[in-house]
């Protein structure tokens, strides 16, 4: 018998060992689960039937008690239930690779096989899988054979691989393993790459690199920004750190309500959604800034998405209508208008909040200049409102104990008549409501104070916003930009780019508690977000670490380069931060790489690396009309459907044209249509928009006329670009014209067409 059969079958008696094991688990931990289910529903009835509900002090401790043994019943049922739920999640495929570790100081070597989730005998001690997250399975992804480490508790362990292996397990049964001398190797990476995309993201922890598995890992840092090329993982990565986190978090008390990922858009946040219950995990909050806006708004105002801003840019087809709504958004994302709008909030608490000296019955409580000395002394930083609140109660505290309780009654009196349709007859009372209601109303009229009529008055006042940007340098058609805002405002119009100013006005003058329970917020997409956003976020999650993800060529309506980062370190001000790079491309094959990285054009390229893997050379294909474009589209679906791919995306430039296309496809072909709001990629074919495919993968993308009026800026260029890196497998570009070697485009992205 040679050295692999030996190998191969010392490797299906430890699966079918680790499989035993894994039923005997589960069939005992169900067991349990009965068992525990059942008391838990005799603890809650035995309680609702006996304990007595009362206010004495022994009732009380009584309930307590009752309460307290409900819910630690409840808890280990939930945990025990989780378990039960990821032994049976790794009865699939119970471990995926293998090493074989000696510790210094130790003669016995240890063979460490990695796997979703720890699986240990708790009678005999013996691991038979650890968890990809445990530190020790750091070596998995670190290490070649020979010299290795990692972090313990007590230090840092070392020592020796003297071997790393892979397998590939499905349905319980050991399909084939390879032994690895180098790394993660390219055979099961390529493997799992050359599989059709799905429906949703799937975890990678097979094929983690060693650069990924240092951002999964990182504890060290309370910023960690990472610019990734297209393909290089960001979102999953990002998932699986929080996975890791959630892990470490035992330790730490982060659960999975403490985190949060802000999404481009809802389709996408679909998408990452099986992710982390792949993993075993909980899901995560998930939010996009629109609805971030709507909910610190209280659904007030704020009617245009991100989606719609965007359709907006694309459509405005008068160059100076297109650059005056770009440069107002972004004058209102920048850094300069949040220092005018902080020089906003201090010119209005020091000129425009006017005190007045408060009487009350002939007697003075406080003069104008008291009130104003009190709120100006804020070292401590309150927010505006809450001071002018303090200042309201201080007044009011001040009134005789009894006139206090007599105001609060007669205002209660006023809601009462008004909720329940009476009149109030009595001469004496309305005299004294309207004394009260008059009191009252003269302290609000300096203690209240709107974020929105504050925003207004920076574009109504003639001049004050010139005035707050001295020594700023502002943009040559500022005037523009703040008389089309009046005008908005006038009319009761709110744009998606005012919605990052208002939020930082509310914000600095109400204070936020709304996430003040988040420990660790992901931001995807980073690059899509202005100065002034960031700000935003540093004042809604204040006690928060990050995971910044972006990619400076994917960004759309603005021209950015790496200082973007500079500036997200700059505004969260952390006190570790680290900036990262992932450089290698693993979604596309070579030629689609190829292909996409010309589109960029020559001078904006990083030093981007492909993986090997190959496949046919994208196509640009010229039709006469429109019509011959649907009907070609028709057969390239049938067709790639046929060969067994399981994902084709028609990309559009916008929604618009997304739907128009897929009213003409879905009467000859099976097509879904992907909607900005609520929208989900499911298998098959599918029409969408490309800014709305950010992030996505497809194992077919087929991009839809492309002239040189529908893609002639550099605005369309990222589109483009975007649009193209999404194919997995295969690329189809279709044109009504021959356009690729005009002049339209000299910077060189569109060289490979030209081949």
């Known amino acids: 018998m040679d050295s692999y059969q030996e190998n191969h079958q010392e490797e299906i008696e430890y699966l079918r060992k680790t499989l035993a094991f894994i039923n005997e688990e589960v069939e005992t931990e169900a067991n349990n689960l009965v068992e525990q289910k059942s008391n ?89 899988v650890y968890d990809w997250r445990a530190p020790i399975s750091s070596i998995f992804y670190r290490y070649e054979l020979g010299e290795a480490m990692y972090d313990t508790p007590l230090g840092v362990s070392r020592g020796d691989v003297s071997l790393k292996r892979q397998y590939q397990i499905r349905n319980s049964k050991l399909k084939y393993f390879f032994d690895c001398s180098v790394r993660i190797t390219d055979e099961i990476l390529q493997e799992v790459l050359s599989h059709n995309t799905s429906a949703k993201m799937k975890n990678i922890i097979e094929t983690i690199q060693k650069e990924q598995d240092v951002i999964i890992r990182d504890r060290d840092h309370e910023l960690l920004i990472v610019q990734g090329v297209a393909g290089s993982g960001k979102t999953s990565i990002a998932l699986h750190r929080i996975a890791f986190l959630l892990y470490e978090g035992l330790n730490s008390n982060l659960q999975s309500n403490d985190v949060i990922i802000i999404s481009p858009n809802t389709v996408f946040s679909n998408y990452i959604s099986s992710v982390l219950p792949e993993l075993g995990e909980e899901n995560v909050r998930q939010s996009i800034f629109d609805d971030l806006a709507l909910e610190a708004f209280e659904g007030k105002f704020g009617e245009e998405t991100r989606d719609m801003q965007l359709e907006t840019l694309i459509h405005s087809r008068a160059k100076t209508e297109e650059d005056l709504r770009r440069q107002s958004i972004d004058f209102k994302g920048s850094r300069m208008f949040k220092q005018i709008l902080d020089r906003l909030l201090s010119y209005y608490g020091h000129r425009l909040l006017v005190f007045e000296d408060v009487y009350y019955n002939g007697a003075i409580l406080a003069t104008r200049q008291q009130l104003k000395n009190r709120f100006l002394n804020n070292e401590i930083g309150i927010p505006m409102a809450k001071q002018l609140k303090r200042i309201e109660t201080m007044l009011l505290e001040k009134v005789h104990p009894l006139q206090k309780k007599r105001l609060q009654r007669l205002e209660k009196i006023v809601a009462a008549s008004i909720e329940h349709q009476f009149e109030i007859k009595s001469f004496s009372r309305l005299l004294a409501i309207k004394q009260a209601k008059a009191f009252r109303e003269r302290i609000q009229k300096f203690t209240n104070v709107d974020y929105r009529q504050l925003y207004e008055l920076l574009f109504n006042s003639r001049g004050l916003l010139v005035k707050l940007s001295q020594g700023l340098t502002l943009p040559e058609n500022i005037e523009e930009i703040i008389s089309t805002t009046r005008q908005d405002l006038r009319n009761r119009q709110v744009y998606y780019e005012d919605y990052a100013p208002l939020l930082y006005l509310k914000l600095k003058i109400e204070g936020n508690d709304l996430f003040s329970k988040i420990k660790h917020v992901v931001i995807d997409e980073a690059q899509d977000y202005s100065p002034l956003q960031y700000e935003v976020f540093k004042l809604l999650y204040k006690n928060a670490t990050y995971t910044v993800l972006g990619d400076i060529h994917q960004t759309i309506e603005k021209t950015i380069d790496r200082s973007i980062y500079d500036d997200i370190s700059e505004i969260l001000n952390k006190r570790k931060t680290v900036k990262l790079s992932l450089d290698k491309g693993y979604r596309s094959t070579c030629e689609i790489n190829t292909f996409t990285q010309n589109l960029l054009g020559e001078g904006t390229r990083d030093d981007y690396c492909s993986i090997e893997r190959y496949g046919e050379e994208p196509m640009v294909i010229h039709q006469e009309t429109l019509e011959a474009i649907d009907q070609s589209i028709i057969e390239d679906i049938a067709k790639y459907m046929k060969q067994g791919y399981e994902s084709v995306a028609v990309l559009c430039k916008t929604q618009e044209d997304a739907e128009k296309v897929y009213r003409r496809l879905k009467k000859s072909v099976q097509i879904t249509l992907i909607k900005p709001q609520g929208g989900e990629v499911i298998k098959g074919a599918l029409v969408i928009p490309s800014y709305m495919a950010k992030g996505l993968e497809f194992d077919v993308v087929i991009v839809y006329d492309v002239n040189k009026q529908n893609y002639a800026s550099d605005f369309d260029r990222q589109l483009l670009y975007i649009a193209c890196t999404r194919a997995l497998h295969r690329l189809v570009i279709y044109f009504q014209c021959a356009w690729f070697n005009t002049p339209d485009f000299q910077s060189g992205q569109l060289l490979a067409w030209s081949k």
């Open 40 to 128: 838990l529903i005799a603890t809650r009835k035995d309680m609702y039937e006996n304990t007595r509900f009362s206010n004495d002090f022994e009732g009380l401790v009584d309930m307590n008690l009752n309460l307290s043994q409900v819910n630690n019943e409840t808890v280990n049922f939930l945990y025990n239930s989780k378990h039960v739920k990821k032994l049976k999640m790794m009865l699939d495929s119970p471990y995926f690779g293998r090493f074989d570790f000696i510790e210094k100081g130790f003669s016995e070597e240890e063979k460490i096989y990695i796997g979703l989730s720890n699986l240990m005998d708790r009678n005999t001690g013996q691991v038979y």
